[in-house]
């Protein structure tokens, strides 16, 4: 069993910043690929960014070059440190551990940008 939990979600004004953090426990295989996907009201889920823990990265074009993100060194853990926001970011933040046989999510954490 492998369970994500995320933290770091919030409130902020248009042009500040966020971090937002994952850990996964459990069952864990440093093997993986740990990512950030949105989801906004009444619209479909969406990879935000990911990481492998052979360090590949991946940014949806909507974030890239503000957004980054990042990995602890035991590769149980992923940050996601977000600049630049924008009320269009607003959305639930679902933290995302995978490897070959397990595919976790966490809870989700509400990130609101006012304008």
């Known amino acids: 069993q492998v369970r994500v939990v995320e933290s770091g979600g919030g409130s902020v004004q248009a042009g500040g910043s966020l971090t937002l953090s994952c850990e996964a426990s459990?069952?864990?295989?440093?093997?993986?690929?740990m990512g950030w996907y949105r989801q906004a009201p009444e619209k479909e889920r969406e990879l935000v960014a990911q990481s492998s823990s052979g360090g590949s990265i991946y940014y949806a074009d909507s974030v890239k070059g503000r957004f980054t993100i990042s990995r602890g060194d035991a590769k149980t853990t992923v940050y996601l440190q977000m600049n630049s926001l924008k009320p269009e970011d607003t959305a639930v933040y679902y933290c995302n551990y995978l490897t070959y046989s397990v595919d976790t999510w966490g809870q989700g954490t509400q990130v609101t940008v006012s304008s």
């Open positions: 459990g069952s864990i295989s440093t093997i993986n690929t």
